[in-house]
C-alpha cells in the first residue's frame, strides 16, 4: 500500500508542475524598420565610442493577451549584459489592446509618450551594441497592472555586432 501512496503522490506533482510552469503565452514580435533585420545589427546603430548615434529598434508587438497593462522591452547582450542589462524600457499598453507599436528611442534623449525608462546597468536609457562580433537581443514582456506578472513574452535577435 505504501509504495502506491508513494506513486500517486509522485504523479500528482508531476502533473501539477507543467501547468505552474507554462501560465506565459508566446508575443509576436516585429522591426517597424527594414534596417533591422536580425542577422546584423545596421551600419550606425552601435555605441558612440564606435562612432554610431544608436536609437532602439521599433517594434511592432502582436498577440497581446487579455489584462496586459504594459510592454518591458529588455536589450541583451548574448553571454555578456544578459536580462536587459543594456536597457529596459516600459511602455503604457492601451487596454483592450491585441497589439502595440513601441517607438524607436535614442540611447541618450527624451522619451515619446507612453515610454518610461528602467535603465542600463551603466545609468543611461539605453546601452547601444558596443563588442565586434557579439550577438545582440531583445525581450519583450507582456505585464498585468501589478507590473510584476508576466502575461506572455517574445524574443527578438538584433543581430551580430560586425
Known sequence: MKPL?????????????PLAQADTGALTVRFT?????????????????LGGSAATPGLNVFDLPAGTAFLQ?????RGGLDNGGMGRLQYV???????????????QGPLPAGLKSLG???????SA??????????????????????????????????
Open 93 to 107: 499598453a492601451a487596454k483592450g489592446a491585441g497589439s502595440a507599436q513601441i517607438p524607436s528611442v535614442p540611447a
Open 33 to 49: 524598420s527594414p534596417l533591422w533585420n536580425g542577422a546584423s545589427v545596421p551600419p550606425g546603430q552601435q555605441c558612440a565610442r
Open 129 to 162: 551594441p558596443c563588442v565586434k562580433g557579439n550577438h545582440y537581443y531583445l525581450t519583450v514582456k507582456a505585464l498585468a497592472a501589478d507590473g510584476a506578472r508576466t502575461l506572455a513574452e517574445g524574443r527578438l535577435d538584433m543581430g551580430r555586432l560586425p
Open 5 to 17: 501512496i508513494t506513486t500517486l503522490l509522485l504523479v500528482a506533482s508531476c502533473a501539477v508542475l
Open 120 to 126: 542600463a546597468r551603466d545609468g543611461s536609457i539605453y
Open 73 to 77: 522591452v529588455e536589450f541583451s547582450e
